[in-house]
């Protein structure tokens, strides 16, 4: 079983490639949902952030309130840093189950693990294939302005936040380059199944 990794930088086009290669028939297994799963109402990853960060990061209705944990520790380090000693295990070991249950279901199945913290947090781990979207950074802030109604600062502070570019394209097996069009991307995507499926 090929386990693919596919990362990126805020608004690269990361999730069209990887609609486009479940397309194709491979397993995606989504990184960000693994969080919001590992951080749902009731579990132990949340009952930790409440006890870390305090009982006004969950909301009424008992669920994460991301974006008042977000303004805890977006620029703090050190909070930062003992949120993801919180989540990082959980989502490690989660994502860990899924690939395995893929694997069981179907040995042949090429497993695409979609994740934006590749770098940060998980560039060691046996992967087969990393794979980079990429876009330079002056267009994926354009989209986040365009795409998601940021502010032209606060698209930049997004930006910021994450590892720089060339840090994503130094690890990288393969680099799709979505700064074209959609179907430049997809074209781009179907080459690269190719190149999956001939390994």
Sequence with gaps: MPLIALTGGIASGKSTIARRLADHGAVI???????RDVQAPGTPVLEKIAQTFGSEVVSDDGSLDRAA??????????LLSRLNAIVHPAVREESQRRFSEASAADP???????????????????????VVA?????????RLVELRGMTEEAAQARIDAQVPDDRRLAIADEVVDTSGSLDETVAQTDALWERIRAR
Excluded: C, K, S, T
């Excluded at 297994?29 to 693994?34: N, R, S």
């Design 29 to 35: 297994v989504d990184a960000d949902q693994i969080v």
């Design 69 to 78: 944990l977000g303004a805890r520790v977006f620029g703090d380090q050190d």
């Design 108 to 130: 042949h199945a090429v497993v695409v693990y979609d994740v934006p913290l590749l770098v940060e947090a998980r560039v060691d781990d046996p992967w087969d294939l990393i």
């Design 134 to 142: 990429h876009a330079p950074a002056a267009e994926r802030r354009r």
